[in-house]
């Protein structure tokens, strides 16, 4: 299975002032195309922390997806730190320049092209639903931090990294809390080796006290550790399936 890493950037999450919004989007896209999330990363606006991570995951990674810093202010040093920590320079995209230039008009300025900006040897990904470009350089996804923006830009995802098995998540609910089902989930937990389970407690919801989930890519083995956990329910403590 196709591994990947998320590294979050933006000195505005580590300070509490905007709340992250792209990381549990960005695992459910793919959980949905097959690849395994393995770590998340999130630091400050620095060029060299920045850099220093992009080269540890890339190389531990199939994969690696940039949130944030792609800009044209101050603080938008993801480019600078990519391009960095591949030992390269940074140049001007000429496509990505006539985009800004076209959508601009009369209105664009030098600010608006440092957006044009990309580590040297970088590629374009682009498809027909959305053409504004993503830019990809070796395994590293260089994607925007806005979260309207970044979900834009996950049918460029889909395009290259398509294919994969999805996972397959079901999920049940109980009345009981953990301490309770511990004996009946370690043993369906040992049972079920190639299935990811989880358990998830709510202290103030009226409907259920703990909810249940098994991941994984082989459905007939997902259903059958759910199923298996059900069954060995009290009577009255199933709340629902999924």
């Given at each position: 299975?196709?591994?990947?890493?998320?590294?979050?950037?933006?000195?505005?999450?580590?300070?509490?002032?905007?709340?992250?919004g792209n990381l549990q989007v960005l695992a459910l896209e793919l959980r949905a195309l097959g690849v395994l999330?393995?770590?998340?990363?999130?630091?400050?606006?620095?060029?060299?922390?920045?850099?220093?991570?992009?080269?540890?995951?890339?190389?531990?990674?199939?994969?690696?997806?940039?949130?944030?810093?792609?800009?044209?202010?101050?603080?938008?040093?993801?480019?600078?730190?990519?391009?960095?920590?591949?030992?390269?320079?940074?140049?001007?995209?000429?496509?990505?320049?006539?985009?800004?230039?076209?959508?601009?008009?009369?209105?664009?300025?030098?600010?608006?092209?440092?957006?044009?900006?990309?580590?040297?040897?970088?590629?374009?990904?682009?498809?027909?639903?959305?053409?504004?470009?993503?830019?990809?350089?070796?395994?590293?996804?260089?994607?925007?931090?806005?979260?309207?923006?970044?979900?834009?830009?996950?049918?460029?995802?889909r395009s290259e990294l398509g294919g994969g098995t999805p996972f397959l998540s079901l999920a049940a609910y109980?009345?009981?809390?953990?301490?309770?089902?511990?004996?009946?989930?370690?043993?369906?937990?040992?049972?079920?080796?190639?299935?990811?389970?989880?358990?998830?407690?709510?202290?103030?919801?009226?409907?259920?006290?703990?909810?249940?989930?098994?991941?994984?890519?082989?459905?007939?083995?997902?259903?059958?550790?759910?199923?298996?956990?059900?069954?060995?329910?009290?009577?009255?403590?199933?709340?629902?399936?999924?």
């Amino acid at each position: 299975m196709r591994t990947a890493a998320a590294l979050i950037i933006g000195n505005e999450l580590l300070s509490g002032k905007i709340a992250e919004g792209n990381l549990q989007v960005l695992a459910l896209e793919l959980r949905a195309l097959g690849v395994l999330l393995r770590r998340s990363v999130m630091v400050l606006d620095d060029v060299e922390t920045i850099a220093r991570e992009v080269r540890d995951l890339s190389v531990a990674h199939d994969v690696v997806f940039t949130s944030g810093g792609v800009g044209p202010t101050h603080d938008d040093l993801t480019i600078e730190s990519v391009a960095r920590a591949f030992g390269v320079g940074v140049v001007i995209s000429p496509e990505i320049e006539r985009l800004i230039k076209g959508y601009y008009g009369e209105r664009c300025t030098p600010g608006h092209l440092l957006m044009a900006r990309v580590p040297e040897g970088a590629r374009l990904v682009t498809t027909d639903a959305v053409p504004w470009p993503t830019v990809v350089m070796s395994n590293v996804w260089i994607l925007p931090g806005v979260p309207e923006v970044f979900r834009m830009k996950l049918p460029h995802v889909r395009s290259e990294l398509g294919g994969g098995t999805p996972f397959l998540s079901l999920a049940a609910y109980t009345t009981l809390d953990e301490g309770d089902i511990k004996p009946l989930l370690d043993r369906v937990v040992a049972a079920h080796a190639q299935v990811e389970i989880g358990s998830y407690p709510k202290w103030h919801d009226p409907e259920y006290r703990t909810k249940l989930t098994f991941d994984g890519t082989i459905p007939a083995k997902v259903h059958a550790a759910r199923d298996e956990f059900v069954a060995g329910l009290p009577a009255g403590a199933l709340v629902r399936v999924e």
